[in-house]
């Protein structure tokens, strides 16, 4: 939710800044801007839109400098217009800012700084931090860096942000709670930063993850500097990134969101790679090793997640329970912090996140631990928040995930949560060795099954085409389907603007077969296996009511298939991983009907890949 990149050392600034910006652009496209400093001249140029709205804007301006700062964003306070754009900057020009979180006292402290002459050009909670700055600095008579600190003392809320100013024509500020920021090492004090690595990988893989409340001084003449608010000073850790520049492109698909469709054979294999072996029986998940026995003998397993990652839980809840006979809840993480949940210490709280920077997953997380309760990851981004904040966790290998929609993320956190449930089942004991055997082994040919899916992409396009003016959609399935019901009716809707319910199958009946006509589709998961019969009998309703029934069938079937409009066939395979298959052809289905209405797949309205705010 807003991308952060900066740049101080001795190369062109622009190029890195509006590169770092279009990878940055998934956590928000309702405007970009940046500031480059050359010759003690401050110069700042923004425009509502996308980076390439900038870069037009920018053409035959003075791009010139070797320290610079950039902004994506995505709107909180303000319009998303030229002049809410960020950099912000003082009144005389000399400091500019950029900002990714929300100032919640910013009313407060706009008023103050109003009756102290300050005049305010944009709606947004960011523009106080930067008068505030200059503030400080002519009353209280201190540096700047002095000035960052005391300002954001003074501050409540969450905040990455980047400060730069013609005085100091050298220096980068930067500091952050509760929002992502990174910086890169590059040569002779030359330093990136970013709100995640992406932009910083093609230049060094050095990196230092800033920690809360702590403010990192970035100067080309003395190096890296990182104090805590409280003054102390802290020594920077630098990592080695793992992330590697081809994983950040298209490879030749038309959006990052099919690439990511397309790459699920790979990514669910990686995530199970090394984490189970069929000869010798065992499940093993590392992160997780010293957590056995307080994972076994929890009150309840509490999953807390938002969006698709909430779907995976809920498939995550059918399989522990059914497989390991361990209590478990799922909740929104949103919910769950302001309801004054009862934890103890006897509960285990897992956060499951694509980004593990998710604000409500994160103070939900906060919340559980400060109660008492132990603390677990499930997340995709390495060195993510949530996973340097939890005491343990599983990643879910799934390489960076760039279209908005979540695709090849979802069914590694279900890889994950299958490989958790059959963990727990085997240490406990409440799965037969034979049956133990059968799910890891069937587990190994997910990839190859996946892949027969993507085979039917045709198939699936040739469907697509005749449901993509529907204004409306329903989505079915049971047990452990109904969340995958849940993800497709969230693929449709986010990418498509279609408006689409999941439901569990069954409660069709209780309010929503009142919606069907001839004009709605209805895609049902009708895969063999326990609730296979009630499902037949569910279609059976719709098609009474003249709905049209595309369903998600086990390869032979024939049943379904006389009654249904389309029926698209996935391999036959243990009920327990019907999800990581029958979510593939709704991914597809959902890419295509949003290629053909014309609509922007990869980032799609008002939307944003890292939801930072709460
Ligand atoms: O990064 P997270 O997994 O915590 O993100 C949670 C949701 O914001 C995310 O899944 C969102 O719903 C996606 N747009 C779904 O495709």
């Known amino acids: 939710m807003c991308g952060i990149v900066a740049y101080v050392g001795n190369k062109e600034a622009y190029p890195i800044l509006i590169r770092g910006l279009k990878r940055l652009e998934y956590r928000g496209y309702d405007s970009a801007g940046i500031a480059l400093l050359n010759d003690k001249e401050l110069n700042i140029y923004k425009k509502q839109g996308k980076v390439s709205e900038l870069e037009a804007f920018t053409i035959n301006k003075n791009l010139k400098g070797n320290i610079g700062i950039g902004h994506t964003r995505w709107a909180t306070h303000g319009l998303p217009n030229d002049v809410n754009s960020h950099p912000h900057f003082t009144t005389n020009k000399d400091i500019a800012i950029i900002h990714n979180g929300i100032i919640e006292n910013y009313s407060t402290l706009k008023e103050e700084l109003i009756s102290r002459g300050y005049q305010f050009r944009s709606e947004t909670d960011t523009e106080v931090i930067v008068h505030l700055i200059d503030d400080i600095m002519k009353t209280e008579k201190v540096d700047l860096v002095e000035a960052v600190r005391h300002a954001l003392l003074s501050v409540t809320g969450a905040y990455a942000l980047v400060v730069i100013s013609n005085k100091h024509p050298d220096t980068l500020i930067a500091a952050r709670k509760s929002s992502p920021l990174v910086v890169g090492i590059g040569k002779e004090n030359e330093f990136y930063l970013a709100s995640d690595a992406t932009p910083i990988v093609e230049y060094t893989k050095q990196v230092v993850y800033l920690n809360d409340e702590e403010i990192a001084i970035l100067d080309r003449n003395s190096g890296l500097k990182i104090v805590h608010l409280s003054k102390e000073e802290k020594t920077p850790y630098i990592q080695e990134l793992e992330l590697h520049l081809e994983a950040l492109e298209k490879g030749g698909f038309e959006h990052f969101m099919l690439k990511e469709i397309f790459e699920q054979p790979k990514t669910i294999h990686d995530c199970f790679r090394g984490r189970l072996n069929t000869e010798q029986g065992w499940v093993n998940l590392g992160g997780l090793k010293d957590y056995h026995q307080k994972l076994l003998n929890a009150n309840r397993l509490i999953f807390v997640a938002c969006g698709t990652s909430w779907h995976a839980a809920q498939v995550g809840e059918y399989l522990i329970e059914e497989l390991a006979r361990i209590n478990v809840e799922v909740e929104y993480a949103s919910e769950f912090r302001y309801r004054n949940p009862i934890i103890n210490e006897q509960d285990v709280v897992i956060a499951i996140s694509q980004s593990g920077e998710t604000a409500d997953t994160l103070a939900a997380l906060e919340l559980a631990k400060s ?22 966790g599983s990643y879910t290998h799934a390489g960076p995930e760039i279209g908005v929609a979540s695709t090849k993320a979802f069914t590694a956190q279900v890889t994950i949560l299958t490989l958790l449930a059959l963990l727990l089942a085997n240490k406990k004991g409440t799965v037969s060795a034979a049956k133990f055997h059968e799910i890891i082994s069937e587990l190994e040919n997910i990839p190859k099954k996946v892949k027969e899916i993507l085979d039917k992409n045709n198939l699936i396009k040739e469907i697509a085409t005749q449901y993509k003016d529907a204004k ?38 209780h309010g929503p077969i009142a919606l069907i006509d001839e004009e709605m589709p209805v895609f049902v998961i009708a895969t063999k296996g326990t609730s296979y019969e009630k499902v037949v009998s569910n279609i059976q309703e719709v098609k009474a009511r003249k709905g049209k029934i595309i369903a998600i069938v086990t390869e032979g079937d024939e049943q379904v298939k006389s009654m249904a409009d389309h029926i698209i066939e996935i391999p036959d395979t243990n009920e327990h991983l019907v999800p990581l298959l029958a979510t593939i052809p709704f991914q597809l289905l959902s890419y295509h009907i949003s290629v053909m209405r014309g609509c922007n797949v990869d980032q799609p309205r008002n939307l944003a890949k890292s939801v930072t705010v709460e």
């Open 472 to 509: 409306n959609a329903l989505y079915l399935g049971r047990g452990s389907s109904f969340p995958v019901a849940l993800e497709g009716a969230l693929k449709l809707k986010e990418i498509s603007y279609i408006h689409a319910e999941g439901y569990p199958a069954a409660e069709m009946k």
């Open 371 to 392: 109660k008492g309760a132990t603390i677990i990851g499930i997340c995709n981004v390495v060195g993510s928040s949530i996973s340097r904040i939890t005491d343990a």
